[in-house]
């Protein structure tokens, strides 16, 4: 991914985003969902409307930032499933980043291909 000036989004106010849940829109229309905690049927209800509310803005690409995600259930999974649909029948692109073990769940549960995750680079060791 190229340098893109991301700011917050104040317009998609609505639903709110879920506690802890981020959202930045970047100038090329790129937008940003960064996902916090568990994904699970606790929180399932109110994180579709929310990310329904993403598909709305209509975006040329979407990327669905997992790191800061601590747990995701088959719900949780589900529900990415249905945006990554969503936004492709759209015409968007869709990415998803994550850390090393989301990538072990995605592939335990057959959804590594289809989410293809890119794990971002470690940083390098201090010398």
Excluded at 84 to 101: H, K, M
Aim: with cysteine; net charge negative; aromatic share 6%.
């Amino acid at each position: 991914m190229r340098d893109n000036d991301l700011r917050p989004v104040i317009t998609a106010s609505w639903p709110p985003p879920p506690a802890g849940h981020g959202l930045k829109r970047g100038t090329d229309g790129l937008v940003l969902a960064e996902l916090h905690g568990e994904i699970d049927l606790a929180t399932a209800h109110q994180l579709r409307s929310w990310l329904d509310s993403l598909v709305a803005l209509a975006a040329p690409a979407y990327v669905v930032d997992l790191r800061p995600v601590s747990f995701v259930d088959s719900t949780g999974l589900n529900l990415l499933l249905r945006l990554r649909r969503r936004v492709l029948e759209g015409g968007g692109t869709f990415s998803v980043l994550c850390a090393p073990d989301t990538r072990r769940l995605l592939w335990a549960h057959g959804t590594l291909d289809v989410f293809d995750p890119a794990t971002p680079c470690e940083e390098p060791a201090a010398g």
